[in-house]
Every structure is written in structure tokens, then in C-alpha cells.
């Protein structure tokens, strides 16, 4: 089996993968102070909630935005499960061209996502993750990654909000019953649920209008369902869209062509 590893800077999305299928997912949060027998022993208690054990692991690959958790995680993998992890970075096969000025400024999740988008539903394609940051990416129809727009994630902008206004406190981040918020909980949820609706369509839109043709926009991430369900923008909501790009990757560099 496949373990699969989406380290994020606020959580880490773990996939276990037989063959294609998905047979299951967890979510945990990041603790940069973490030692690799934390981790270790923290992945193993997840797998055996399955009936999994560490013998059932033949290989891992790993998809890290936290540079300094990378040797973590290849510890990890080493002592707890006996194989040697395989890093997404400049030197693995993507299956699509990157025309970022810098790729090397190119976040692993950014690459995954676009692999799976494009194999899954085609190109041209928009992806719009919704982590730490809402992170915008397009692919062209010739399947060339062309670049994106990074804007706060709807958490750490909240969070600002609420840190750095005297009168606003914290607020269950939810659907108001209206637009128009009649008092100061719903006027905070307003702006901020369907102030980021605004933002992602605006963004969406102007990415249509340079991509041409008619690309799918496909929503990943902690807040995708929530925000799809009030924009007809996005196409697809695929939570486990980043788990099947490190797929991908991995079958294509293992069993390179």
C-alpha cells in the first residue's frame, strides 16, 4: 500500500492507496516541534484504527510545503514503515510543463494539484485551494502550467479581524441568514463568507478571461464545500485532489516511461 502525505502549514492530509483507490484519509495538525517517533508512532495508532499495520506499507510519497519537516517525515518513513519516501520536488517526473518564471518558487502542492486536476477533469483547468492561503492555479489547454494568484486563507484573514479590531471578537464562521447583517455576528460572517464568494469569483473570472476557452474550475482544501455551495463558479469540489496527485506522481517516477 501507498502512504501518501500532503504536509500543509497548518495540517497534514494523510492517504492510504491501494492500486487507484483511496481506501482511506486522515487529518492531523502540524507541530513543527514534533520528533519523528511523535509522528512515527502517531501514524502508526491511525493505521491500526483500519486494521493496518506497518508491514502493510510497500512505499510513501511524500508532498511537503514546510521544508524544514521534510527530513522529518523521510525519518518517518525510514524506521516506522522501512521504505525509502519519495520527495515531490524539481527532480521528479510531473507529466506537465511549468512556465513559472522561478519554478523552484513553485510550492509542491501548487505541482500535485495541477498533475490531478488535469488528469481527472481535463484542460484547460483552474484550481482553487482552500488552505492556510486560497491559493489560484491555471493549466492551458496545450496542459502547461502557467501560474496563479495567492491571497490570505478565510482562517488567517478571520483571524486578523479578530486580533486586530477592539469592538470584533471571534465568530462561528458560518452561513448568515441574509447578505445584510442585522447584528455584529451575522455582519462578520456576511463579510467574511461571502466577501471570500466575492473574491474567488472575481479571481476565477479574470483567470477565464487571459485562459480562454472554457476551463473547469475544480475547489480542493478545508473550505471548498462551503464556498462552492454559494458560487456557481466552481465546477467540482474534490477534497482528496492533492492525495491523487501524489498518486500519480509516484506511478509516474516509479515506473518512469
Not at 107 to 112: H, L, Q, S
Not at 198 to 207: T, Y
Request: proline share 5%; net charge negative; glycine share 12%.
Amino acid at each position: 500500500m501507498l502512504l501518501a502525505l500532503d504536509i500543509g502549514n497548518t495540517s497534514i492530509h494523510i492517504g492510504l492507496l491501494e492500486g487507484s483507490q483511496l481506501q482511506a484519509t486522515w487529518r492531523i495538525g502540524v507541530e513543527a516541534e514534533k520528533l519523528p517517533d511523535e509522528y512515527g508512532v502517531l501514524l502508526m495508532s491511525l493505521l491500526s484504527t483500519r486494521g493496518n499495520s506497518a508491514a502493510d506499507i510497500d512505499a510513501c510519497i511524500i508532498g511537503c510545503d514546510v521544508p524544514p519537516l521534510i527530513p522529518t517525515f523521510e525519518s518517518v518513513a525510514r524506521r516506522f514503515f522501512g521504505v525509502e519516501p519519495m520527495v515531490v520536488g524539481h527532480g521528479l517526473r510531473t507529466g506537465i510543463r511549468i512556465l513559472y518564471d522561478n519554478p523552484k518558487q513553485l510550492g509542491a502542492d501548487r505541482i500535485i494539484d495541477a498533475v490531478a486536476a488535469t488528469r481527472l477533469y481535463g484542460t484547460p483547468v483552474i484550481v482553487v485551494d482552500f488552505g492556510t492561503a486560497t491559493v489560484f492555479d491555471a493549466v492551458n489547454e496545450a496542459g502547461d502550467y502557467l501560474g496563479g494568484a495567492i491571497a490570505p486563507g478565510i482562517g488567517i484573514a478571520s483571524e486578523a479581524l479578530f486580533s486586530r479590531a477592539a469592538m470584533l471578537y471571534r465568530v462561528q464562521l458560518e452561513r448568515p441568514p441574509s447578505a445584510i447583517g442585522k447584528n455584529t455576528i451575522h455582519a462578520m460572517q456576511s463579510g467574511i463568507l461571502f466577501g471570500y464568494v466575492g473574491l474567488v469569483e472575481g479571481v476565477v473570472n479574470r483567470f477565464k478571461q487571459e485562459l480562454g476557452g472554457n476551463p473547469k474550475v475544480v475547489g480542493t482544501g478545508g473550505w471548498a464545500r462551503q464556498i462552492a455551495s454559494e458560487t456557481s463558479c466552481i465546477d467540482i469540489v474534490d477534497s482528496d485532489l492533492t492525495l491523487t496527485g501524489l498518486r500519480l506522481i509516484y506511478e509516474m517516477n516509479r515506473n518512469p516511461a
